[in-house]
């Protein structure tokens, strides 16, 4: 009993000496607790400005707001094609940037039909360097053009290391996804400089945003991309140019992936879903936060998902992007 007794006593003596520390302890739990607290309500509150009031709350037309025609490189992209066709929707008349008419000259046409706007093809030979900006310039000449969409080229999301890609492939994608894209906003920004106003949208991905063994080319491109949106905004948005980094994460499509046997089946990301919407869903809610957030998946549930995956240490991210390369 004695034991017992002392034990209850150092225990007690212990505690006196030591309440301060538990009091600064509690203190800091409590600041940390209110801080991911109020972070939490910070990003909720995010969350419905940028995606839920503008699509609730009337806005002027677009055409009003930044001009009567689009600049689209990279429409034979599903993401971008149908971004184009949501700004047709909205009465804009489309340019179409490309290397080969053929990829979008029937969604040209059925814009011009459906929707009663203008369309326009440029095709343009960026291998053959400022040769290419002469029929760009030309097609700009007197025309209120008002956006630039930029879209990256989809077939980087395959996964490849970095050594198993041709010389020849790699440059033309870094020319294609970094170099024309750069190009592309140099060539359009004097006309919106001049009337101040318009919008540059450059359609990356949410890879971006972590690291993805397997995918360094679309990592790399799309990493670039986003932070030459960003810095293009702080630059130009004192001049009433709005710059948007579009950063989707997975969005359905309807290629089809080339197999060994004679039939060819749907890629996954053709599954759709809450998370994996089409593109003319995804392209609806994006555009509805234009003006709104100059950085942002464009749709609600992948910001959900990006804020999921900013919970989860990097390390872990890195690995369990190596089970998913291995196991595909």
Not at 85 to 95: C, D, M, N, P, Q
Not at 99 to 115: E, F, I, K, M, P
Not at 144 to 165: I, R, W, Y
Not at 204 to 222: M, N, W
Request: glycine share 6%; hydrophobic share 40%; net charge positive.
């Amino acid at each position: 009993m004695a034991a017992v007794d002392s034990f209850q006593l150092l225990y007690r003596e212990i505690s006196r000496s030591c309440s301060s520390y538990f009091d600064t302890l509690a203190l800091v739990g409590a600041l940390y607790t209110a801080s991911r607290a109020i972070i939490l309500l910070s990003d909720c509150c995010t969350l419905v400005r940028v995606h839920f009031l503008p699509r609730m709350i009337p806005s002027r037309k677009l055409t009003q707001r930044y001009g009567d025609w689009a600049v689209v490189y990279g429409a034979t992209e599903p993401v971008a094609q149908a971004y184009a066709e949501e700004l047709a929707r909205h009465g804009i008349s489309i340019i179409f940037v490309t290397a080969d008419h053929t990829g979008v000259r029937d969604t040209a046409a059925s814009l011009s039909q459906s929707y009663g706007v203008e369309t326009l093809i440029v095709l343009a030979d960026f291998s053959l360097d400022q040769a290419a900006s002469k029929p760009i310039k030309e097609a700009l000449r007197g025309r209120d053009v008002g956006f630039l969409v930029n879209c990256v080229d989809e077939s980087l999301a395959s996964p490849q290391s970095l050594l198993e890609m041709p010389e020849q492939g790699l440059l033309d994608l870094v020319n294609k996804n970094v170099a024309v894209a750069t190009l592309m906003a140099r060539l359009v920004l004097p006309g919106m400089v001049q009337r101040s106003r318009g919008a540059v949208v450059n359609i990356s991905s949410g890879a971006c945003c972590r690291p993805l063994p397997g995918r360094v080319t679309l990592t790399a491109s799309t990493g670039y991309l986003d932070h030459f949106s960003r810095a293009l905004h702080h630059e130009y948005s004192s001049k009433g140019i709005f710059v948007q980094s579009l950063v989707p994460f997975e969005i359905a499509t309807n290629r089809q992936q080339p197999s060994s046997s004679s039939s060819s089946s749907l890629p996954p990301s053709s599954r759709e879903g809450w998370f994996v919407p089409k593109p003319g869903v995804y392209a609806r809610h994006a555009i509805s936060t234009l003006g709104v957030s100059n950085r942002t998946t464009g749709y609600w549930p992948h910001t959900l998902q990006y804020g999921l995956m900013r919970c989860i240490p990097e390390w872990i991210w890195v690995l369990g992007s190596r089970v998913l390369v291995g196991s595909s």
